[in-house]
């Protein structure tokens, strides 16, 4: 029985991400690919994680990175600088407030009429920005 050719096994972990992404939940392809790192090429992990944020309505044109070791998951860096915490099996997104690491749930209606709450380079009160527990 001859062996498969490297070529063919890489080719095959990508047909496989493939069958994932079409016949899985999108959430769940996307905590098998952040959960393999290996298994997957770094841009894939990028666009899981940017796909997710846009279908949460989150303003991120592209990710430029998803940082696993933050204790509450893993968190995707924006382009703009702005962190999101994903909460994968929650299927939701929080703001991770950079001054204090305090992480606070994203809500669209929020974001629509006061956008800059959720502006990273802004202090707010703590007031202005309700904290849940994750």
Not at 102 to 128: G, K, L, M
Request: net charge negative.
């Amino acid at each position: 029985m001859p062996m498969a050719s490297a070529e063919t096994t890489l080719s095959n972990r990508h047909a496989s991400l493939q069958m994932l992404r079409h016949f899985i939940a999108p959430t769940s392809a996307a905590l098998v690919a952040l959960s393999l790192p290996g298994d997957c090429r770094p841009q894939e992990i990028l666009d899981l994680a940017r796909q997710y944020l846009q279908r949460h309505g989150v303003p991120c044109l592209s990710v430029a990175k998803v940082d696993d070791t933050y204790d509450k998951g893993h968190v995707a860096i924006c382009q703009d600088g702005r962190e999101w915490l994903l909460l994968w099996i929650e299927n939701e997104v929080a703001f991770v407030r950079p001054q204090t690491r305090d992480v606070y749930r994203w809500q669209r209606e929020v974001f629509a009429s006061n956008p800059e709450i959720y502006d990273h380079r802004t202090d707010y009160p703590e007031r202005i920005l309700v904290s849940d527990d994750y």
